[in-house]
């Protein structure tokens, strides 16, 4: 079984920045993608960045240019940066790792950007 620890949401104004990170523990083995969702209230989960186990990224439209995702193989851990934040970014994001054995989720965090 896999552990997920997510840290680092919270409030920011808008056009500030919030790094997030997600570290994985446990049952890790042939991890081969990480990654962060968000999910509005009432709608699905959906991807905003992952990465390969090889570094290759993918980000969702609205992210573009503003998020940056990387990883630490050594240390399983996912990041998050995320600049230029809106109001529209305010919601729970979950890191998730993917395995040969399936996909596990985090407990989430809150990012909420207001002034």
């Known amino acids: 079984q896999v552990q997920l620890v997510e840290s680092g949401g919270g409030l920011v104004q808008p056009g500030g920045s919030l790094s997030l990170s997600c570290a994985a523990s446990?049952?890790?083995?042939?991890?081969?993608?990480m990654g962060w969702y968000h999910q509005a209230p009432g709608k699905q989960r959906e991807l905003v960045a992952a990465i390969t186990s090889g570094g290759s990224t993918n980000y969702a439209d609205s992210v573009k240019g503003r998020y940056t995702i990387s990883r630490d193989n050594a240390k399983n851990t996912v990041y998050l940066q995320m600049n230029s934040l809106k109001p529209e970014d305010t919601t729970v994001y979950y890191c998730?790792?993917?395995?040969?054995?399936?996909?596990?989720w985090g407990q989430g965090t809150q990012v909420t950007v207001s002034s």
């Open positions: 446990g049952s890790i083995f042939s991890i081969y993608a």
């Open positions: 998730k790792v993917d395995q040969s054995s399936g996909g596990s």
